[in-house]
């Protein structure tokens, strides 16, 4: 759910460059914030900064790896047996071999307890970088051998020039888009045009905006349906109540609850209609 480009986050990444020119960059860092905003952009960005001199989006890189959850949404001990292999690596090119792990809420405790004993004693020329919404949803353990990096939300004005100007959207589009992207450009693009993310958001929204036993028949009939990805639709919910708050605030609670139960999604196979009903009281 990246952007194209960077978009925001100057201080961040002048913070960023100023330690890579100084060659004083931590070994492990954990950037955390709402789905979207460019963590994974920036990351990748900063990678490429160590190798070729430049701040933005650069393929292939030599001494840079991606490692993402994989097709039931998980990250496991092999995952960070691979990732404790690839730190160990002298780098070819730049000073540093960068490990990004993407969705790292999504390690399970088997392997971040794996991924602790890589990040106690790393080797000099180690980057590893964490990509999560939330930290508290990390071991305290794990957490506390990295510096954390908040990316917050973008204004929507900007989201919707950069979606009118570098994507082509129409205002009003781009408007809606950044809108209901809560600030989030990543997530904008996503939702401009048709895209299964897009219905998966309206199906969620549907969902928001029914009232407590219409909400019940909702999940009930998705659950039965054989193409239903719990895990996908919970990451629209969680898009929808960011972008749609009741009563004028924002539903802090529920939505950090929301992602709790997305972690747990991705780790156990959970009954998306007693979850629901549950967290929502149907």
């Keep these: 759910?990246?952007?194209?480009?960077?978009?925001?986050?100057?201080?961040?990444?002048?913070?960023?460059k100023g330690l890579a020119n100084a060659r004083?960059?931590?070994?492990?860092?954990?950037?955390?914030?709402?789905e979207g905003v460019g963590k994974r952009t920036v990351a990748a960005?900063?990678?490429?900064?160590?190798?070729k001199g430049i701040f933005e989006l650069s393929q292939p890189l030599s001494?840079?790896?991606?490692?993402?959850?994989?097709?039931?949404?998980?990250?496991?001990?092999?995952?960070v047996r691979e990732v404790r292999r690839m730190v160990w690596q002298t780098p070819l090119v730049a000073p540093y071999r960068t490990v990004i792990i993407s969705g790292a809420e999504r390690l399970t405790d088997e392997a971040q307890h794996a991924l602790l004993k890589a990040a106690e004693e790393p080797p000099v020329h180690a980057l590893l970088i964490l990509i999560v919404t939330d930290p508290q949803l990390l071991r305290e353990t794990l957490r506390s051998r990295f510096q954390c990096l908040y990316f917050p939300a973008l204004p929507i004005a900007a989201v919707s020039k950069w979606l009118a100007e570098t994507h082509s959207y129409a205002k009003k589009t781009a408007e809606a888009c950044a809108q209901l992207s809560f600030g989030r450009p990543g997530i904008a693009l996503l939702l401009g045009g048709e895209s299964p993310f897009r219905d998966q958001v309206e199906t969620a929204q549907a969902f928001w905006d029914a009232p407590s036993l219409k909400r019940r028949d909702i999940i009930k009939a998705l659950a039965q349906k054989d193409d239903f990805v719990f895990t996908s639709f919970l990451d629209a919910l969680l898009v929808v109540v960011a972008a749609t708050p009741r009563d004028g605030s924002f539903p802090c609670s529920l939505w950090h609850k929301l992602v709790e139960l997305r972690q747990r999604v991705s780790n156990f196979p959970l009954?998306?209609?007693?979850?629901?009903?549950?967290?929502?009281t149907l």
Excluded: K, W
């Design 1 to 16: 759910m990246q952007p194209s480009m960077i978009l925001g986050h100057e201080q961040v990444i002048s913070h960023l």
């Design 24 to 34: 004083a960059l931590p070994h492990g860092y954990i950037f955390f914030g709402p």
């Design 45 to 51: 960005a900063l990678a490429s900064y160590l190798e």
């Design 63 to 79: 001494d840079c790896v991606v490692v993402e959850p994989n097709a039931s949404g998980t990250l496991g001990i092999e995952a």
């Design 271 to 280: 009954n998306p209609r007693i979850q629901m009903e549950a967290l929502f």
